[in-house]
């Protein structure tokens, strides 16, 4: 409301200024009327002079008196120059002047004519005569230019004029209708201000319930707040503060000093420094340190602290101190379970390593003997021990797959994750290469659809589309060609439920076969470790491969369904997001 005051009291002096400046505008536009036709006066003056001079030199043959006539030229452009200037306002009178330079150069230019012919001696009365009438009518010209200029002069005086007056009938009117709107606005000014005293007991009887309430929060959450003045450089602590400390409320000064006196001597230099960077960097990091309480109990408090401008101009840095003992407890527990975590990870990593290496060893003398075996005694042995051998080839084969399997899986889960650019077309034709043969033996028909550019880690998901193709094959119908079909499309988290929204696109690439398939209801637990749904002895395999596809696809952010039907087909969606 001052604001609007003080910019009405501007308006009003805007006002008077304005009035005096159209006053003082009139004033000079009278002035400059009274010049221009003063020079225009001149202006014809001159020019009679220089023809008055002609005509005396023309009567006496002296030279004496051109000398009006050679100074008209110099004085006439002067003074047609300083009419230029009074008028360069008025676009009518810069018009006429135009006109009236027109008949000036042509008056002079006839003067020159007739003085030329008489100077020669070239005298011919007709020609001179004809001269002299439109030096005659020129001059007539000039005459009534110069009053039609004179003129409109005197009526661009009369508008100016009429213009001052009526801006001055409505200036009293104006005032005083500024004069009862500042009264009007002083008036609202008072309701606003009594109503904004009102506010004011309101709010401050807001923030008193807001200050009982953050006092009650403190309490709650364990915590005390407290504030440094920068300029004065005195402590306030909340009634908590003190709390936290063991002490009843404001039992002791609010400083410093007093603070580091509960501090623990090994914290103690630790939490001095951290206290000395607020006065020169004006704000104070979380950091962590313990007190030794009133009663002698040790607690964990975490301090942090940010600069404030207020309303005095002067800067105040507010903190909390929160009693964090829970939590550093709960740390050094989680920090101990990691490293127990840690320990059985690297003992889980060296029994994998005896699993899937060590146990090769055996295994390959194993099949070593039993290659021997076959290759010299076999035809001695009865059938019964022909069986025999048959049987532990089969499981040693068997287990050879196991751990190969378990090394894919393995290496899929602690691999490094690695991703790159990378042309999965590439990787889909790598992946058929490597199972060419089974292809080729089983006149599988293996068809893809353009695939994606994508950020990858390569050799995994090559091994995925291996393991998804020789899945497929695997369980392919007996005497009927494998048809393998990828598809590829891009697809948004709208169109999927339970795609989450953080990444806003996805490509489905869809691996469908026309094999034995399998029961929906079976659809998840195909994808857990060593899980089957067949008979080892119907169908050879492990149970890893299908949940290594889908742990590479869990490495690349992804999903991964499958659909079938029996002894119709099965179809393996993977969902992989756009990078």
């Given at each position: 409301?001052?604001?609007?005051?003080?910019?009405?009291?501007?308006?009003?002096?805007?006002i008077?200024?304005k009035?005096?400046?159209?006053?003082?505008?009139?004033?000079?536009?009278?002035?400059?009327s009274?010049?221009?036709?003063?020079?225009?006066?001149?202006l014809i003056?001159?020019?009679?002079d220089?023809?008055?001079?002609?005509?005396?030199?023309?009567?006496?043959?002296?030279?004496?008196?051109?000398?009006?006539?050679?100074?008209s030229?110099?004085?006439?452009?002067?003074?047609?120059e300083?009419?230029?200037?009074?008028?360069?306002?008025?676009?009518?009178?810069?018009s006429?002047?135009?006109?009236?330079?027109?008949?000036?150069?042509?008056?002079q230019?006839?003067?020159?004519?007739?003085?030329?012919?008489?100077?020669?001696?070239?005298?011919?009365?007709?020609t001179?005569?004809?001269?002299s009438?439109?030096g005659?009518?020129?001059?007539?010209?000039?005459?009534f230019?110069?009053e039609?200029?004179?003129?409109t002069q005197?009526?661009?005086l009369?508008?100016?004029?009429?213009?001052y007056k009526?801006?001055m009938?409505?200036?009293?009117l104006?005032?005083?209708?500024?004069?009862?709107?500042?009264?009007?606005?002083?008036t609202?000014a008072f309701?606003?201000?009594?109503?904004?005293?009102?506010?004011?007991?309101?709010?401050?009887?807001?923030?008193?319930?807001?200050?009982?309430a953050?006092?009650l929060?403190e309490i709650?959450s364990?915590?005390?707040?407290?504030q440094?003045n920068?300029?004065?450089?005195?402590?306030?602590?909340?009634?908590?503060e003190?709390?936290?400390?063991?002490?009843?409320?404001?039992?002791?000064?609010a400083?410093?000093?007093?603070?580091?006196n509960?501090?623990?001597?090994?914290?103690?230099?630790?939490?001095?420094?951290k206290?000395?960077?607020?006065?020169?960097?004006?704000?104070?990091?979380?950091f962590?340190?313990?007190i030794?309480?009133?009663?002698?109990?040790?607690?964990?408090?975490?301090?942090?602290?940010?600069?404030?401008s207020?309303?005095?101009?002067?800067?105040?840095?507010?903190?909390?101190?929160?009693d964090?003992?829970?939590?550093?407890y709960?740390?050094?527990?989680?920090?101990?379970?990691?490293r127990?975590?840690?320990i059985?990870?690297?003992?889980?990593?060296?029994?994998?390593?005896?699993?899937?290496?060590d146990?090769?060893?055996p295994?390959?003398?194993?099949?070593?003997?039993?290659?021997?075996?076959?290759?010299?005694?076999?035809?001695?042995?009865?059938?019964?021990?022909?069986?025999?051998?048959?049987?532990?080839?089969?499981?040693?084969?068997?287990?050879?797959?196991?751990?190969?399997?378990?090394?894919?899986?393995s290496r899929?889960?602690?691999?490094?994750?690695?991703?790159?650019?990378?042309?999965?077309?590439v990787?889909?034709?790598?992946?058929?290469?490597?199972?060419?043969?089974?292809?080729?033996?089983k006149?599988?028909?293996?068809?893809?659809?353009?695939?994606?550019?994508?950020?990858?880690?390569?050799?995994?998901?090559?091994?995925?589309?291996?393991?998804?193709?020789?899945?497929?094959?695997?369980?392919?119908?007996v005497?009927?060609a494998?048809?393998?079909?990828?598809?590829?499309?891009?697809i948004?988290?709208n169109?999927?439920?339970?795609?989450?929204?953080?990444n806003?696109?996805?490509?489905?690439?869809?691996?469908?076969?026309?094999?034995?398939g399998?029961?929906?209801?079976?659809a998840?637990?195909?994808?857990?470790?060593?899980?089957?749904?067949h008979?080892?002895?119907?169908?050879?395999?492990t149970?890893?491969?299908?949940?290594i596809?889908?742990?590479?696809v869990?490495?690349h952010?992804?999903?991964?369904?499958?659909?079938?039907?029996?002894?119709e087909?099965?179809t393996?969606?993977?969902?992989?997001?756009v990078?």
């Amino acid at each position: 409301m001052f604001v609007i005051s003080v910019a009405i009291i501007f308006f009003i002096g805007g006002i008077t200024f304005k009035h005096i400046t159209v006053l003082k505008k009139s004033s000079a536009f009278v002035s400059n009327s009274y010049e221009v036709n003063a020079e225009l006066e001149r202006l014809i003056s001159y020019i009679k002079d220089a023809e008055t001079g002609q005509r005396g030199y023309i009567l006496s043959n002296d030279k004496s008196f051109l000398e009006p006539y050679y100074n008209s030229r110099v004085l006439v452009r002067k003074s047609y120059e300083r009419v230029s200037k009074l008028t360069s306002n008025s676009r009518t009178q810069q018009s006429n002047l135009k006109k009236l330079l027109y008949f000036i150069n042509k008056k002079q230019n006839y003067l020159s004519k007739s003085l030329y012919m008489i100077e020669q001696g070239k005298f011919e009365k007709n020609t001179f005569k004809n001269y002299s009438i439109i030096g005659k009518q020129t001059m007539d010209s000039i005459r009534f230019k110069v009053e039609d200029m004179m003129k409109t002069q005197q009526m661009l005086l009369k508008s100016r004029q009429h213009d001052y007056k009526s801006t001055m009938n409505y200036t009293p009117l104006l005032i005083y209708l500024t004069l009862i709107v500042t009264l009007i606005l002083i008036t609202v000014a008072f309701i606003k201000m009594n109503n904004n005293l009102v506010l004011l007991k309101n709010t401050i009887n807001t923030l008193s319930v807001a200050n009982e309430a953050n006092n009650l929060a403190e309490i709650v959450s364990r915590s005390g707040s407290w504030q440094l003045n920068l300029e004065t450089e005195t402590y306030t602590f909340s009634d908590n503060e003190y709390r936290l400390l063991g002490c009843e409320p404001q039992s002791f000064e609010a400083s410093l000093e007093s603070f580091l006196n509960f501090i623990h001597p090994e914290d103690l230099e630790f939490v001095v420094q951290k206290t000395k960077n607020i006065l020169t960097e004006n704000d104070l990091a979380p950091f962590t340190f313990r007190i030794i309480r009133k009663d002698g109990e040790i607690r964990y408090f975490r301090a942090l602290g940010r600069m404030v401008s207020i309303a005095s101009g002067d800067k105040t840095l507010i903190g909390t101190t929160s009693d964090v003992t829970e939590e550093v407890y709960a740390q050094n527990l989680m920090e101990e379970r990691n490293r127990e975590l840690e320990i059985n990870n690297k003992e889980l990593t060296a029994f994998n390593y005896i699993a899937s290496h060590d146990l090769q060893e055996p295994l390959r003398k194993i099949e070593t003997f039993l290659s021997r075996l076959i290759s010299k005694d076999y035809n001695n042995l009865s059938k019964s021990g022909q069986q025999s051998v048959s049987s532990i080839q089969s499981s040693a084969n068997r287990m050879r797959n196991l751990i190969h399997d378990l090394l894919q899986f393995s290496r899929t889960n602690k691999g490094e994750k690695v991703f790159e650019e990378t042309d999965l077309n590439v990787l889909f034709e790598n992946a058929k290469q490597e199972l060419n043969q089974i292809i080729e033996d089983k006149k599988a028909i293996v068809e893809s659809d353009e695939l994606p550019i994508l950020k990858v880690i390569p050799f995994q998901i090559q091994q995925l589309f291996i393991n998804l193709i020789s899945n497929s094959l695997k369980y392919s119908k007996v005497e009927i060609a494998p048809i393998i079909k990828i598809n590829t499309r891009i697809i948004t988290h709208n169109d999927e439920e339970f795609l989450p929204n953080h990444n806003s696109k996805y490509y489905k690439i869809t691996i469908e076969d026309n094999g034995i398939g399998f029961d929906q209801q079976y659809a998840k637990k195909i994808f857990i470790l060593f899980n089957r749904l067949h008979n080892k002895n119907e169908y050879e395999g492990t149970g890893i491969g299908l949940a290594i596809c889908k742990k590479i696809v869990e490495n690349h952010k992804g999903f991964i369904l499958a659909n079938g039907t029996h002894n119709e087909g099965a179809t393996f969606i993977i969902y992989l997001p756009v990078s």
